[in-house]
């Protein structure tokens, strides 16, 4: 299986901050890679897919970089309701895997 | 706009079977655009594909439970179903229902079920 290591697994921001979140693949899956934002006894929330492309109705905040093992979510200005654990997920090689989290905190 | 929607018991005894239905509206099943797929989030923990399963597609499953799970499409109903056989403690997770923007497992979520707690309990 392809590990998905998320760096790092909390952090404290305040609203206004630049924030970057980093997920690294155990082998190269090209752009093929998905970030997911998940609040506390919520479903997780599509946020951007091949690396790059924000789902609809994402703001534009968010952005997404990356290609083969190094990716990067990153917020652009934190809002209050952008605190929350975010998840990234391979879907180039079977089985699609997902990194273990990566906690915004106030 | 699609929803998905889960639904099935809470509480499952250890080495039942857990069954869950995940209803589809504003989107047809049998669209060959989509694939549908179960993924599993014990409590505390991170996020676990099961597995997807298409219209007329061949299913997909987790290589580490495919002994264990089955999927299947229900276009009467507009449905897709998740049995797992010989359910332990283990098991006992938050399974959400989702929509892949493709026909197999090798396209993205784009939406996904509110979610439905399953706890594996005697």
């Known amino acids: 299986d392809t590990q998905m290591t998320q760096s790092p697994s909390s952090l404290s921001a305040s609203v206004g901050d630049r924030v970057t979140i980093t997920c690294r693949a155990s082998q190269v899956i090209s752009n093929y890679l998905a970030w997911f934002q998940q609040k506390p006894g919520k479903a997780p929330k599509s946020l951007i897919y091949?690396?790059?492309r924000l789902q609809s109705e994402v703001p534009s905040r968010f952005s997404g970089s990356g290609s083969g093992t190094h990716f990067t979510l990153t917020i652009s200005s934190l809002q209050p309701e952008d605190f929350a654990t975010y998840y990234c997920q391979q879907y180039n090689s079977f089985p699609p895997t997902f990194g273990g989290g990566s906690k915004v905190e106030i | 706009q699609l929803q998905l929607q889960e639904s099935g018991p809470g509480l499952v005894k250890p080495s039942e079977t857990l069954s869950l239905i995940c209803s589809v509206s504003g989107d047809s099943i049998s669209s060959t655009s989509y694939s549908w797929g179960w993924v599993r989030q014990p409590p505390g923990k991170g996020l676990e594909w099961l597995g997807t399963v298409s219209y007329g597609g061949s299913p997909y499953y987790s290589p580490s439970l495919s002994s264990r799970v089955s999927m299947s499409v229900d276009t009467s109903n507009n449905q897709f179903s998740l049995k797992m056989t010989s359910v332990t403690a283990a098991d006992t997770a938050v399974f959400y229902c989702?929509?892949?923007?493709?026909?197999?497992?090798?396209?993205?979520?784009?939406?996904w079920g509110r979610g439905i707690l399953v706890t594996v309990s005697s």
């Open positions: 989702v929509r892949h923007d493709g026909g197999s497992w090798y396209f993205p979520f784009d939406y």
């Open positions: 091949a690396a790059s």
